[in-house]
T-cell receptor, first 115, second 114 residues
């Protein structure tokens, strides 16, 4: 799918670096999500943004800082990460409304490796 | 929190065989979704189920929303090599002030031998 685009696709960084992951959706959706996918674990929801407002922070450490400047763009700012933060970070978007919503569409993820 | 138990964890089958996988939950979901993830890519939606008892097909794929709303299964008929990948179930309790938070199963890794 090209409806949700994530950059970069791969990122290697040291523990003291600062970097940002970017997500852009071209589907006209009003909600965006960050997930972490580690080996042999279910996808873990990190953050939810609805109409640019953060509605969910799933006990994520403060070294991960999300930003949603508009309903089409979502960033994940990274600072002082730990080796256990190495994972595939997936962005998703969906159209939600009171009482329900449409299924989430995913980007292809950023493979993050912490040295 | 809610958890989904997806089984089997992995399957090794011959091309042409049928496949069945399922998810169970201790709590009720309003929507069941099935996704497939290929290596190096994000999950792609296969089938969405919105009503208890609903049976939906998408080509060789068939999925059902359990009548108790606590389980779902996915069947793949006449498997082909491109069916290889990881299959995830996901439950959604979106409604009211909820904004489509999905709970995912652990995934089923499917390998198809030609």
């Amino acid at each position: 799918e090209t409806g949700v685009t994530q950059t970069p696709r791969h990122l290697v960084m040291g523990m003291t670096n600062k970097k940002s992951l970017k997500c852009e959706q071209h589907l006209g959706h009003n909600a965006m999500y960050w997930y972490k996918q580690s080996a042999k674990k279910p996808l873990e929801l990190m953050f939810v943004y609805n109409f640019k407002e953060q509605t969910e922070n799933n006990s994520v450490p403060s070294r991960f800082s999300p930003e949603c400047p508009n309903s089409s763009h979502l960033f994940l700012h990274l600072h002082t990460l730990q080796p256990e933060d190495s994972a595939l970070y997936l962005c998703a978007s969906s159209q939600v409304s009171a009482g329900g919503g449409q299924p989430q569409h995913f980007g292809d993820g950023t493979r993050l490796s912490i040295l | 929190g809610q958890q989904l138990n997806q089984s089997p964890q992995s399957m090794f089958i011959q091309e042409g065989e049928d496949v069945s996988m399922n998810c169970t939950s201790s709590s009720i979901f309003n929507t069941w979704l099935w996704y497939k993830q290929d290596p190096g890519e994000g999950p792609v939606l296969l089938i969405a189920l919105y009503k208890a008892g609903e049976l939906t097909s998408n080509g060789r794929l068939t999925a059902q929303f359990g009548i108790t709303r606590k389980d779902s299964f996915l069947n793949i008929s006449a498997s082909i090599p491109s069916d290889v990948g990881i299959y995830f179930c996901a439950g959604d309790n979106a409604g009211g002030t909820s904004y489509g938070k999905l709970t995912f199963g652990q995934g089923t890794i499917l390998t198809v031998h030609p």
